[in-house]
């Protein structure tokens, strides 16, 4: 996986996420909504790598 998304497409996730989880989401101001759904991402990311480097030691 690559490092980091480039800023358009980490918009079209942000806004993704947030269209996904609108129930869930939709109590919270539009700010907050955008906070959250970078943080998501950004867990997602850091998950990831995590993920192939454990991957990557144990010959998975």
């Not at 909504?33 to 991402?41: G, K, S, V």
Request: charged fraction near 30%; proline fraction near 0%; avoid cysteine.
């Amino acid at each position: 996986m690559r490092k980091a998304y480039s800023s358009s497409e980490r918009k079209h996730l942000k806004n993704e996420l947030i269209h996904t989880f609108k129930e869930e989401m939709g109590m919270l101001s539009k700010e907050l909504q955008q906070i959250l759904a970078d943080d998501l991402i950004t867990a997602f990311q850091n998950r990831i790598t995590v993920f192939q480097r454990l991957q990557a030691k144990s010959g998975y």
